[in-house]
Protein backbone atom coordinates (compact mmCIF):
# COMPACT_ATOMS: atom_id res chain seq x y z
CA UNK A 1 0.00 0.00 0.00
CA UNK A 2 3.13 2.40 0.04
CA UNK A 3 2.65 2.58 -3.55
CA UNK A 4 -1.11 3.52 -3.17
CA UNK A 5 0.40 6.54 -0.52
CA UNK A 6 2.93 7.59 -2.36
CA UNK A 7 0.74 8.18 -5.66
CA UNK A 8 -1.70 10.46 -3.69
CA UNK A 9 0.86 12.55 -1.37
CA UNK A 10 2.85 12.58 -4.76
CA UNK A 11 -0.19 14.03 -6.65
CA UNK A 12 -1.08 16.35 -3.39
CA UNK A 13 2.70 17.74 -3.79
CA UNK A 14 1.99 18.53 -7.34
CA UNK A 15 -0.92 20.01 -6.81
CA UNK A 16 0.78 22.28 -3.88
CA UNK A 17 3.85 22.97 -6.39
CA UNK A 18 1.57 24.02 -9.44
CA UNK A 19 -0.75 26.39 -7.44
CA UNK A 20 2.14 27.78 -5.23
CA UNK A 21 0.85 26.65 -1.90
CA UNK A 22 3.28 24.30 0.13
CA UNK A 23 3.03 26.33 2.96
CA UNK A 24 -1.08 26.32 3.03
CA UNK A 25 -0.88 22.75 2.72
CA UNK A 26 1.90 21.71 5.11
CA UNK A 27 -0.35 24.12 7.70
CA UNK A 28 -4.00 22.16 6.61
CA UNK A 29 -2.30 18.34 6.65
CA UNK A 30 -1.09 19.74 10.22
CA UNK A 31 -4.51 20.27 11.08
CA UNK A 32 -5.84 16.88 9.51
CA UNK A 33 -3.14 15.25 11.72
CA UNK A 34 -4.05 16.35 14.72
CA UNK A 35 -7.41 16.10 14.23
CA UNK A 36 -7.08 12.02 13.48
CA UNK A 37 -4.15 11.33 16.24
CA UNK A 38 -6.67 13.12 18.54
CA UNK A 39 -9.79 11.27 17.67
CA UNK A 40 -8.20 8.10 16.22
CA UNK A 41 -11.98 5.98 15.88
CA UNK A 42 -12.87 8.58 13.65
CA UNK A 43 -10.83 7.01 10.71
CA UNK A 44 -12.79 3.64 11.61
CA UNK A 45 -15.44 5.86 11.59
CA UNK A 46 -14.67 7.17 7.42
CA UNK A 47 -13.20 3.35 6.65
CA UNK A 48 -16.41 1.55 7.46
CA UNK A 49 -18.09 0.16 4.57
CA UNK A 50 -21.09 -0.21 7.00
CA UNK A 51 -21.99 3.74 6.34
CA UNK A 52 -23.17 4.89 3.16
CA UNK A 53 -20.10 7.06 1.07
CA UNK A 54 -22.24 9.61 1.03
CA UNK A 55 -22.58 10.01 4.74
CA UNK A 56 -19.10 9.79 4.90
CA UNK A 57 -18.14 12.25 2.80
CA UNK A 58 -20.26 14.59 4.36
CA UNK A 59 -18.36 13.80 7.98
CA UNK A 60 -15.50 15.36 6.35
CA UNK A 61 -16.91 18.24 5.45
CA UNK A 62 -18.24 18.86 8.18
CA UNK A 63 -15.13 18.39 10.00
CA UNK A 64 -12.99 20.13 8.10
CA UNK A 65 -15.11 22.09 5.62
CA UNK A 66 -14.05 25.46 7.65
CA UNK A 67 -10.37 24.55 8.84
CA UNK A 68 -8.64 23.44 5.42
CA UNK A 69 -8.44 24.90 1.80
CA UNK A 70 -10.92 23.18 -0.59
CA UNK A 71 -7.80 21.09 -2.11
CA UNK A 72 -6.97 19.32 1.05
CA UNK A 73 -10.88 18.74 1.44
CA UNK A 74 -11.15 17.13 -1.95
CA UNK A 75 -7.97 15.35 -1.12
CA UNK A 76 -9.80 13.55 2.13
CA UNK A 77 -13.10 12.74 0.05
CA UNK A 78 -10.71 10.94 -2.67
CA UNK A 79 -9.05 9.03 -0.41
CA UNK A 80 -12.32 8.04 1.27
CA UNK A 81 -14.28 7.62 -2.08
CA UNK A 82 -11.33 5.09 -2.95
CA UNK A 83 -11.25 3.29 0.35
CA UNK A 84 -7.57 4.92 1.23
CA UNK A 85 -8.38 7.11 4.33
CA UNK A 86 -7.00 4.78 6.46
CA UNK A 87 -3.50 5.73 4.72
CA UNK A 88 -3.59 9.57 5.33
CA UNK A 89 -1.31 9.71 7.79
CA UNK A 90 1.63 7.93 5.57
CA UNK A 91 0.06 10.34 2.82
CA UNK A 92 0.91 13.19 4.77
CA UNK A 93 4.02 11.55 5.83
CA UNK A 94 5.80 11.37 2.44
CA UNK A 95 4.06 14.98 1.37
CA UNK A 96 6.38 16.45 4.26
CA UNK A 97 9.49 14.34 2.87
CA UNK A 98 8.60 15.76 -0.19
CA UNK A 99 8.23 18.88 0.77
CA UNK A 100 11.86 18.62 2.36
CA UNK A 101 13.37 17.01 -0.79
CA UNK A 102 12.04 19.71 -2.58
CA UNK A 103 13.12 22.77 -0.09
CA UNK A 104 16.41 20.69 -0.11
CA UNK A 105 16.33 20.72 3.35
CA UNK A 106 16.72 17.76 6.07
CA UNK A 107 16.12 17.52 10.13
CA UNK A 108 18.72 15.11 11.58
CA UNK A 109 17.84 14.23 15.67
CA UNK A 110 21.59 14.40 17.63
CA UNK A 111 21.34 12.22 20.09
CA UNK A 112 24.49 13.03 23.01
CA UNK A 113 24.64 11.55 26.75
CA UNK A 114 24.99 15.60 27.79
CA UNK A 115 23.63 18.56 26.53
CA UNK A 116 25.65 20.33 23.42
CA UNK A 117 26.90 23.76 23.81
CA UNK A 118 25.38 26.40 20.79
CA UNK A 119 28.59 26.16 19.20
CA UNK A 120 29.12 22.45 18.92
CA UNK A 121 25.85 22.62 17.18
CA UNK A 122 26.55 25.04 14.84
CA UNK A 123 29.83 22.86 13.56
CA UNK A 124 28.06 19.67 13.56
CA UNK A 125 25.05 21.57 11.60
CA UNK A 126 28.06 23.09 9.21
CA UNK A 127 29.54 19.69 8.78
CA UNK A 128 26.16 17.64 7.80
CA UNK A 129 25.08 20.53 5.79
CA UNK A 130 28.32 20.58 3.73
CA UNK A 131 28.72 16.50 3.65
CA UNK A 132 24.96 15.84 2.35
CA UNK A 133 24.84 18.58 -0.23
CA UNK A 134 21.50 20.16 1.89
CA UNK A 135 20.52 22.35 4.25
CA UNK A 136 20.81 20.84 7.92
CA UNK A 137 18.45 21.35 10.62
CA UNK A 138 19.37 19.73 13.93
CA UNK A 139 16.87 18.51 16.78
CA UNK A 140 18.92 17.51 20.15
CA UNK A 141 18.19 15.19 22.77
CA UNK A 142 20.43 13.57 25.44
CA UNK A 143 20.45 9.95 26.44
CA UNK A 144 22.69 9.27 29.77
CA UNK A 145 22.93 6.27 28.84
CA UNK A 146 25.06 6.71 25.48
CA UNK A 147 27.78 7.40 28.11
CA UNK A 148 29.60 9.39 25.68
CA UNK A 149 29.46 10.57 21.73
CA UNK A 150 26.82 11.80 20.18
CA UNK A 151 24.31 9.40 17.32
CA UNK A 152 22.74 11.09 14.68
CA UNK A 153 19.54 10.16 12.55
CA UNK A 154 18.34 11.41 9.72
CA UNK A 155 16.33 10.38 6.55
CA UNK A 156 15.72 6.76 8.42
CA UNK A 157 19.81 7.10 8.23
CA UNK A 158 21.83 6.36 11.78
CA UNK A 159 25.44 7.63 12.42
CA UNK A 160 26.42 5.56 15.80
CA UNK A 161 29.55 7.45 17.32
CA UNK A 162 28.36 6.79 20.92
CA UNK A 163 30.58 5.26 23.49
CA UNK A 164 27.88 2.91 23.89
CA UNK A 165 27.95 1.84 20.63
CA UNK A 166 31.61 1.68 20.43
CA UNK A 167 31.85 -0.51 23.43
CA UNK A 168 28.98 -2.94 21.76
CA UNK A 169 31.55 -3.43 18.49
CA UNK A 170 34.18 -4.12 20.98
CA UNK A 171 32.21 -6.89 22.75
CA UNK A 172 30.92 -8.19 19.19
CA UNK A 173 34.54 -8.70 18.30
CA UNK A 174 35.76 -10.31 21.46
CA UNK A 175 33.13 -12.66 21.95
CA UNK A 176 33.11 -13.47 17.85
Do not use: W
Not at 16 to 41: I, W, Y
Not at 49 to 63: L, V
Not at 145 to 165: C, N, P, Q, T, Y
Amino acid sequence: MISTSNDFAASLFMLAMEENKLDEFKKDLSVVKTAFDENPDYILLLSSPGIPKHERIAAIDKAFGESVNIYILNFLKVLCEHGKISKVDECIKIFGDLRKQAENKVTAIVISAAPLEDYQIERLKAKLSKKLGCLVKIKTETDPSMLGGIKIEFDDKVIDGSIRKQLHDIKEVITG
